[in-house]
């Protein structure tokens, strides 16, 4: 009978004290856990945000350029330089984003230029819309002469080249003081460049702050590129572009830029709270550069 | 009884001991994999960068060591590929050219960086839209000086008569020029070559020769694959068409040669072709056959038996005054075709003067 008894209240408190113990310590260690963890989640996505959008932006800047018509050229005097980069600002860039390059492969008539298909280089193929820049050639035995003129896809289409190839076949729009006298200098195997309009900028929605980008060729909306940023305030800045000349100055003229450097602070997405510290958001300040690779002269 | 009772008196340090390494595993494996996510994300981002570089090296090293006898004569729509070349660090790159016309060429440079097993960690491809860069058509007289020419003995020949034509070219001789032509040394024609300036002409040389005397007779050579041996300073082409077929090769090379020193003498003398440029004197002491260009900024004196220049032959007389002579039996034979044959043979290619870097995706 003896075997039988229960337990006396003292071990029954004992129990419950050391079972609240476990558990509190238990507890402890699964909340911490969690934060832990959350906050290893949130660095990695900042940091892989941050990375992956510097590559992005760098992919998307490298090629810019500006082009001049030279005097020897004889299209048109005095012409204008015409830089890739049109809005240059500390939180904001409009720039002519490449898109692809072709080379002609018949000789071009009635505004419409053939482009060889299997030539064809770049992100995508030629659209509708799609600003472009097209070689041309003056006195064969000298490059002196040769320029890029400018002009607007209106149509587009399939057709053949001279060697039987298939071709894409853009009708085009030439504007400028070259444009009359461009397709006729249009030779057969020249690069034609084609571009949209793009715009990078700082920008709050939700609540956050983020780098967006749109289409300003297609009427296009912000959309988030990269973020969330930090806010922009008088002691810090989610987002600053500089324009540096050939020496490494900051410069505000669009022909004499020849690298963009930019600092993108990011921030997790929520607050986080590393051990010991204080719940709060955290950040990743990440520095770059990209010398643009078609202003070198 | 009592034995049986001891054994159920389990306790929780086991599954509290278990629970507390699992907790204390995940913390660790979390750190970890975020640590590691990090880690391969930067050597990711290091590999790319390193394609991308390998694939920046060899575009601008076909470009400074342009493949002229290949390229050169490459019809415009063909494709010339060549093979990788490996870099440090276990990159690689490997270049094809295109020609787009008569003038444009695109360059595609894939560069690669693998793993030790020769798995492929980046690829990246840039492009480059080149130009053969013009070198003009050549003087406008067999002898072209910055002084007034003293010619010694009867039998020295100059002549503007256009007629000699050149092996293995279908190109017809045109309009004569005048035997000798007098400028003054500062001359922009002893400085500038078609878009040319002497001085980048003399950058893309292939063999540079400092002051000296050559007492090894000049000729064409073949390497081990019977290709003409480019690598063999010795060799300068092969002007004439009646080496037979064995140096053919040799028939479409043209170098620029540069003699960067105060005086080079040809001793031993030779043949050759292509674009010979002297930054100060030139003597040449015995027979010599040399088809093309010779462009010297000080004096020349041709002496010797059997020395013959055809094409065209330009002496600024500039830095010490220095005079032109030509004496013994020297010969000095304007010819178009062979202006033509090696301003356009030794021709390189140069990237646009705008826009010429294409991002390949």
Same mark, same amino acid.
Not at chain 1, 228 to 244: E, K, M
Not at chain 2, 192 to 211: C, K, Q, S, T, Y
């Given at each position: ?40 989640? *949130? ?55 490449? +898109? ?20 064809? @280089?770049?992100? +995508? ?75 990078? +900028? ?96 | ?119 492929? @960690? ?74 040319? *300036? ?164």
């Amino acid at each position: 009978m003896n075997a039988r008894r229960g337990f006396t209240l003292i071990e029954l408190m004992v129990g419950l004290v050391l079972v609240t113990a476990v558990g509190a310590v238990t507890y402890a260690l699964l909340v911490q856990n969690q934060r832990v963890a959350r906050s290893q989640s *949130e660095h990695a996505g900042l940091q892989d945000n941050v990375r992956t959008g510097t590559v992005v932006v760098a992919n998307e800047l490298r090629e810019i350029g500006y082009d001049s018509i030279p005097e020897t050229a004889g299209l048109a005097a005095g012409a204008s330089v015409s830089p890739d980069l049109l809005v240059m600002e500390r939180g904001r860039l409009v720039y002519k984003a490449m +898109r692809g390059i072709g080379f002609t492969c018949a000789v071009p008539a009635s505004g419409q230029v053939r482009l060889q298909r299997t030539t064809l @280089l770049g992100l +995508r193929p030629p659209e509708v819309g799609d600003s472009i820049t097209a070689y041309v050639e003056g006195n064969p035995d000298t490059g002196a002469d040769d320029a890029w003129v400018h002009g607007v896809v209106t149509a587009r289409g399939g057709g053949i080249c001279e060697d039987g190839s298939p071709a894409v076949t853009l009708t085009m729009t030439f504007v400028g003081s070259a444009a009359a006298a461009a397709p006729a200098r249009m030779v057969v195997g020249g690069p034609v460049r084609f571009f949209e309009v793009m715009e990078l +900028r700082y920008y709050q929605s939700s609540g956050k702050s983020w780098l967006g980008s749109r289409s300003v060729s297609a009427g296009g909306v912000i959309e988030p590129m990269l973020g969330p940023l930090a806010d922009s305030t008088a002691s810090q800045r989610g987002l600053t572009f500089v324009y540096l000349d050939r020496n490494g100055v900051a410069t505000t003229i669009p022909n004499e830029v020849r690298e963009i450097a930019w600092t993108i602070k990011g921030v997790t997405d929520g607050p986080v709270r590393a051990s010991g510290t204080a719940l709060a958001v955290d950040s990743l300040t990440l520095s770059t550069s990209v010398a643009l690779r078609n202003t070198l002269r | 009884m009592s034995r049986s009772r001891r054994a159920d008196e389990r306790g929780m340090a086991l599954a509290l001991a278990i629970f507390a390494l699992v907790v204390v595993g995940a913390l660790v494996a979390g750190a970890f994999l975020a640590g590691h996510l990090e880690q391969r994300t930067g050597r990711s981002s290091l590999y790319a960068e390193q394609a991308a570089d390998a694939a920046e090296a060899g575009a601008a090293e076909l470009l400074a060591s342009w493949d002229a006898p290949t390229l050169n004569v490459l019809a415009p729509g063909s494709v010339a590929a060549f093979p990788a070349t490996p870099l440090a660090g276990r990159a690689s790159y490997r270049s094809t050219v295109t020609r787009l016309n008569e003038q444009l060429f695109l360059v595609q440079s894939h560069g690669t960086r693998v793993d030790a097993s020769g798995g492929t @960690l980046a690829r990246r491809t840039v492009g480059l839209v080149a130009r053969l860069a013009s070198l003009g058509e050549g003087p406008e007289a067999a002898l072209t000086t910055g002084r007034p020419v003293e010619i010694a003995g009867s039998e020295v020949t100059i002549s503007g008569n256009d007629s000699a034509s050149v092996a293995g070219s279908d190109c017809a001789p045109g309009r004569s020029r005048p035997a000798t032509r007098a400028v003054p040394p500062s001359s922009v024609v002893f400085a500038m070559f078609g878009d040319v *300036e002497f001085e980048r002409l003399a950058a893309h040389a292939a063999i540079v020769l400092p002051d000296t005397t050559l007492t090894s007779s000049l000729r064409p050579s073949l390497d081990d694959r019977n290709h003409c041996d480019i690598a063999d300073g010795a060799n300068w082409g092969e002007p004439r068409a009646s080496s037979g077929a064995a140096l053919e090769s040799c028939r479409r090379y043209f170098p620029i040669v540069y003699a960067k020193g105060p005086r080079l003498t040809i001793a031993a003398g030779g043949r050759g072709q292509g674009i010979l440029l002297v930054a100060g004197g030139l003597d040449i002491t015995s027979d010599f056959d040399f088809s093309g260009l010779i462009v010297v900024k000080g004096g020349v004196r041709i002496s010797g038996a059997g020395s013959r220049i055809t094409g065209a032959l330009m002496a600024a007389n500039g830095p010490d005054q220095s005079r032109t002579q030509i004496a013994g039996d020297a010969t000095v034979q304007y010819s178009s075709c062979a202006l033509r044959s090696a301003l356009g043979g030794a021709a390189f290619a140069e990237p646009l003067g705008q826009r010429s870097w294409v991002q390949v995706y």
